[in-house]
T-cell receptor, first 111, second 115 residues
Framework: GNSVTQMEGPVTLSEEAFLTINCTYT??????LFWYVQYPGEGLQLLLK?????DKGSNKGFEATYRKETTSFHLEKGSVQVSDSAVYFC??????????FGSGTRLSIRP | DTAVSQTPKYLVTQMGNDKSIKCEQN?????MYWYKQDSKKFLKIMFS???????INETVPNRFSPKSPDKAHLNLHINSLELGDSAVYFC??????????????FGAGTRLSVL
């Protein structure tokens, strides 16, 4: 079956630190991969996506590369800000099946 | 204009009551969803409708009944509320349901507290 596993949080970093949130997946077929972000008190919103192997999705300084050989889609940012504090969800979609979300990783950034 | 709007934002009620949550999207999308998010932020899909037809119905108690009067609206009615129903419920919509185009647009959520 299809599934997404992401690192457990919470992750706490100081401002300007480097961020990595790990995400690995299992899928039958060729999935599209997504990162969604949920700011406090809000719904999820798409942060970035990648549709095929070696694609790099990027937005707001965040990046993730679709690695088929390691079935991974790790989220990275070179210098985090307090405003990046949120819950981050890795997700996949394969064919016409429903989107599968990971369990979410809470990120807290200290000033 | 809010793309996906749901009401109410907060709902506090007693066990055994019946309540409804409404959702509307103005994105022109064909597919709408209900998700339940627990206190640990785990997100679980409950239902999905495509152009007023039910296409996803996960293992959800019969007390939960979605209703889609038209493709821009998907309401959730809950009968005989239980303590375990306390959660944040999110409505979402998408234009497509396949692969890279399956981008979900979420409402701000309804926080349901059952006392």
């Amino acid at each position: 079956g299809n599934s997404v596993t992401q690192m457990e949080g919470p992750v706490t970093l100081s401002e300007e630190a480097f961020l990595t949130i790990n995400c690995t997946y299992t899928a039958t077929g060729y999935p599209s991969l997504f990162w969604y972000v949920q700011y406090p008190g809000e719904g999820l919103q798409l942060l970035l996506k990648a549709t095929k192997a070696d694609d790099k999705g990027s937005n707001k300084g965040f990046e993730a590369t679709y690695r088929k050989e390691t079935t991974s889609f790790h989220l990275e940012k070179g210098s985090v800000q307090v405003s990046d504090s949120a819950v981050y969800f890795c997700a996949l979609s394969v064919g016409a099946s429903k989107i599968i979300f990971g369990s979410g990783t809470r990120l807290s950034i200290r000033p | 204009d809010t793309a996906v709007s749901q009401t109410p934002k907060y709902l506090v009620t007693q066990m055994g009551n019946d309540k409804s949550i409404k959702c509307e999207q103005n994105l022109g999308h064909d597919t709408m969803y209900w998700y339940k998010q627990d206190s640990k932020k785990f997100l679980k899909i409950m239902f999905s409708y495509n152009n007023k037809e039910l296409i996803i119905n996960e293992t959800v108690p019969n007390r939960f009944s979605p209703k889609s009067p038209d493709k821009a609206h998907l309401n959730l009615h809950i009968n005989s509320l239980e303590l375990g129903d306390s959660a944040v419920y999110f409505c979402a919509s998408s234009q497509e349901t396949t692969g890279a185009k399956n981008i979900q647009y979420f409402g701000a959520g309804t926080r349901l507290s059952v006392l």
